[in-house]
Structures are given as C-alpha cells and as structure tokens.
C-alpha cells in the first residue's frame, strides 16, 4: 500500500503563487511517476503535470510556462510549484502514483 498526502492548497489572487507537496509513505521505492491531477467543479480529472524518469517532466499545455513539477527523492516527496495562477486553475488538486490517490487539496484563484 502507498499513502499520499498533499498540503499546501488554499486561496491565492490571480497572478499569485501556491505550492502544492505530496508526500509519499509506505510500500514506495521510487517515486518516478508521481504526478498532479486537477479536477474544477463539473469537469473530468485532467493531468497537470508529472514527473517520470530523472528530470523528465510533462505538462498540460494549460499550465507550461507556470507550473513546475519537482522533487525530493529523499524524502519521497513531489511538489507543484504555481506561478502566475489564474481563475480557471480553480480546482481540487490530486496527487497521483501508480493505483494510488491523495485526498485532494483546494486551490482557489479569485480577487
């Protein structure tokens, strides 16, 4: 079994910063493709980005150029970094591995 437990959501103005980590615990010995999943009130689960193999890192085109997935290996940890945050990126943010969700976190954009 893997337990993920994200932090650091919460309510942030339009053009500003969060940073979203999710920690990794139980039967895990690589967090290669650990990832960030977002789903806004009344739209499927997207991929936001994950992080595979080394540095190698994918994004949703919504959020190239904002959003930087990183990690910590050490401590089995992946985090979000979010930039330049919009309205639309409204939304319960869930950490992914494998078979494997965390609870979700809210990340809310409004003035």
């Known amino acids: 079994q893997v337990q993920l437990v994200e932090s650091g959501g919460g309510l942030a103005q339009p053009g500003g910063s969060l940073r979203l980590s999710c920690a990794a615990s139980?039967?895990?010995?690589?967090?290669?493709?650990m990832g960030w999943y977002r789903q806004a009130p009344g739209k499927q689960r997207e991929l936001v980005a994950v992080?595979?193999?080394?540095?190698?890192?994918n994004y949703a085109d919504s959020v190239k150029g904002r959003f930087t997935i990183s990690r910590d290996n050490a401590k089995k940890t992946v985090y979000l970094q979010m930039n330049s945050l919009k309205p639309e990126d409204t939304a319960v943010y869930y950490c992914?591995?494998?078979?494997?969700w965390g609870q979700g976190t809210q990340v809310t954009v409004s003035s």
């Open positions: 992080i595979t193999s080394g540095v190698t890192t």
């Open positions: 139980g039967s895990i010995f690589s967090i290669n493709g």
């Open positions: 992914n591995f494998r078979f494997f």
